[in-house]
């Protein structure tokens, strides 16, 4: 059973440089949900969640995590108060061998996972711990990213498109890692584009389009939403 708002996002409002891109946002976020964000490419759903992360320059609005007004706040103040993003793009330092990109994010907070928490979670990770970051395939690169943010005691994760361009066989893995994600207390923001993959995890769902939320409802209400939802998403 979902927690207190853990999350608040009210009147979000982002810009590139001249771009207006939200237009504002409204939703939440319960304590040990999974909160999946829908919605077309280009919708604003990355934005939003660099907005979160305070990575976008440019925002307004009003984001309350934990009863706190981060909406100003730096990026680093923010993942200090727990909060971490994944991005789409994962990060993984070419170069960099698999430890040592797991041992690149300073600690934020008390209760980040161990290497031998995280090769419980991760077992390929144990097996590649010498692997440069340009010898990992897709999959390796993405359970990497995502180990990385738990290295930081972040309680609060932000994932985007976690399941882009891997094989069936690996989002199924990666969809297990959530589950056990959440099932141990973590609350996720998801941003995917494959739906199947968020409907075996997500409690809520929340429709993105042109910068707005423009409809919500929980996973006990999909079939009910099924029509609506192929129309918002075009498949
Ligand atoms: P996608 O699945 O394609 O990532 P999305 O819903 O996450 O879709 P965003 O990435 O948030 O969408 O992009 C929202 C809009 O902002 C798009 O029109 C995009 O072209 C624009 N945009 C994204 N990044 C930038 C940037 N760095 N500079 C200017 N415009 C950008």
Partial sequence: PAGDVVLSVQNLQAWYGESHILHGIDFEVRAGEVVTLLGRNGAGKTTTLKSIMGIIPKRSGS??????????????????????ICPEERGIFASLDV????????????GGLSLEQIFELFPNLKERLKSQGTKLSGGEQQ???IARILRTGARF??????????A???????????????NE?????LVEQNFRFAATM???YYIVEHGKIIDGFANSELSANMDKLHSYLGV
């Fill in 202 to 204: 997500a409690d809520r």
């Fill in 63 to 84: 984001i309350r995590f934990e009863g706190k007004d981060i909406s100003r706040a730096s990026s680093d103040k923010i993942a200090r108060q727990g909060v971490a």
């Fill in 143 to 145: 359970m990497l990213a």
């Fill in 185 to 189: 207390g973590f609350t996720i923001l």
């Fill in 99 to 110: 430890r040592e990109n797991l041992m690149l994010p300073p600690q934020v907070r008390p």
């Fill in 168 to 182: 069936p066989v690996i989002i199924q893995q990666i969809g297990h890692t959530i589950q056990r994600l959440k």
């Fill in 157 to 166: 994760l932000m994932l985007d498109e976690p399941t882009e361009g891997l």
